[in-house]
């Protein structure tokens, strides 16, 4: 009874408030007053409550390993991540009517103050020379007490810096007071000449550009479920870098997985073998229904596998971290 009320409700909202195209944060398929994208409302995804984790206790933990993988988007298992494509129209953000790519997702809820940014290096390194330690949770990008995204001006800059690329910096001699030269008068009228201001260019980063999605994990033996478990502790996207010499894949920025499931769970993900049946960002991670690749281990050099190995042997040396992983679990029940 209660289920059949509240569905009441929500094709009243839906059908009565149209202009209210999101269900927290997420779409749904009402494009406009008194009419469904369908055959029903699909409510269940934007409307559900997220599934805590198994709770886990430190003395039951026998085995643990922590790693590090990337998502390559170019893989067609990945693409649920990566389209449908975001673009802007003028300075109009135009996305798809019904799905969003996870970096629209990403991107959305950061400017909704939803998801807090975790810088990928010390923000107070003057020289820039220091370690890129942004999976460490230790630099939160915040505004001021009681102010916000709109309010605090140095905050909304900094976000502003993480969701867009700068583009060639050029100087421009600024108009005057007629509108065509760069002739302006002080206070006694006299003639003063404008000197050339540097101006340096924004372009948002859209879906496209996002080429990988980095993982930080926490891979472990429960002796009280008796299973080995995963749990994504961060996540990063990656860029492709094209200025660079010979190019580089550059993190923009680091966030805490717990945080993201709060928000990757009312939004849908594409299913290819049945419409009826979408799930959402966070059941996608869950069911780990993506492919990575390990870059790193933990281990006592605290190096990732670039820096003993290379291009086919990476991915030989990311297969034989894996297999030894599972080894373990296997031995478990070796007797």
């Known amino acids: 009874m209660k289920s059949l009320l509240f569905s009441l409700?929500?094709?009243?909202?839906?059908?009565?408030?149209?202009?209210?195209?999101?269900?927290?944060?997420?779409?749904?398929?009402?494009?406009?007053?008194?009419?469904?994208?369908?055959?029903?409302?699909?409510e269940h995804v934007p409307t559900k409550r997220m599934i805590a984790y198994e709770d886990v206790r430190e003395a039951d933990v026998i085995w643990n390993r922590r790693v590090w993988s990337y998502?390559?988007?170019?893989?067609?298992?990945?693409?649920?991540?990566?389209?449908?494509f975001d673009r802007y129209q003028d300075t109009v953000w135009i996305r798809n009517a019904s799905r969003w790519s996870l970096w629209t997702v990403i991107k959305h809820n950061i400017l909704n103050e939803n998801l807090t940014i975790?810088?990928?290096?010390?923000?107070?390194?003057?020289?820039?020379?220091?370690?890129?330690?942004?999976?460490?949770?230790?630099?939160?990008?915040?505004?001021?007490?009681?102010?916000?995204?709109?309010?605090?001006?140095?905050?909304?800059?900094?976000?502003?810096?993480?969701?867009?690329?700068?583009?060639?910096?050029?100087?421009?001699?600024?108009?005057?007071?007629?509108?065509?030269?760069?002739?302006?008068?002080?206070?006694s009228g006299s003639e003063i000449t404008l000197a050339p201001v540097l101006v340096q260019e924004k372009s948002p980063i859209l879906s496209e550009h996002i080429v990988q999605y980095r993982l930080k994990e926490e891979w472990f033996f429960d002796?009280?479920?008796?299973?080995?478990?995963?749990?994504?502790?961060g996540l990063a996207p990656?860029?492709?870098?094209?200025?660079?010499?010979?190019?580089?894949?550059v993190?923009?920025?680091?966030?805490?997985?717990?945080?993201?499931?709060?928000?990757?769970?009312?939004?849908?993900?594409?299913?290819?073998?049945?419409?009826a049946q979408w799930m959402s960002f966070d059941d996608l991670f869950w069911k780990r229904r993506f492919n990575a690749v390990m870059y790193k281990e933990s281990n006592v050099y605290d190096r990732g596998i670039d820096t003993y190995k290379n291009g086919v042997d990476a991915l030989h040396e990311a297969e034989r971290i894996k297999e030894e992983i599972r080894t373990i679990e296997h031995d478990v029940w070796n007797f």
């Open 238 to 249: 990656v860029i492709y870098d094209q200025t660079k010499e010979g190019g580089k894949y």
């Open 223 to 233: 002796k009280e479920r008796s299973v080995l478990d995963k749990r994504i502790l």
């Open 71 to 84: 998502i390559d988007l170019r893989e067609k298992i990945n693409h649920s991540l990566y389209y449908p």
């Open 9 to 42: 409700l929500f094709v009243a909202f839906a059908m009565n408030s149209y202009a209210q195209l999101e269900v927290n944060g997420g779409p749904v398929n009402v494009p406009s007053e008194g009419v469904i994208d369908g055959i029903y409302i699909k």
């Open 251 to 275: 993190e923009l920025f680091w966030l805490y997985f717990p945080e993201c499931r709060l928000v990757f769970n009312n939004y849908f993900v594409y299913n290819e073998a049945n419409d």
């Open 118 to 187: 975790y810088e990928p290096k010390n923000p107070f390194d003057i020289f820039g020379a220091g370690e890129k330690d942004g999976d460490q949770f230790k630099y939160p990008l915040k505004p001021q007490t009681g102010m916000n995204l709109q309010s605090d001006q140095n905050f909304k800059a900094s976000v502003d810096g993480y969701l867009n690329v700068l583009g060639e910096a050029r100087f421009e001699t600024p108009k005057g007071v007629n509108g065509e030269d760069s002739v302006t008068y002080d206070a």
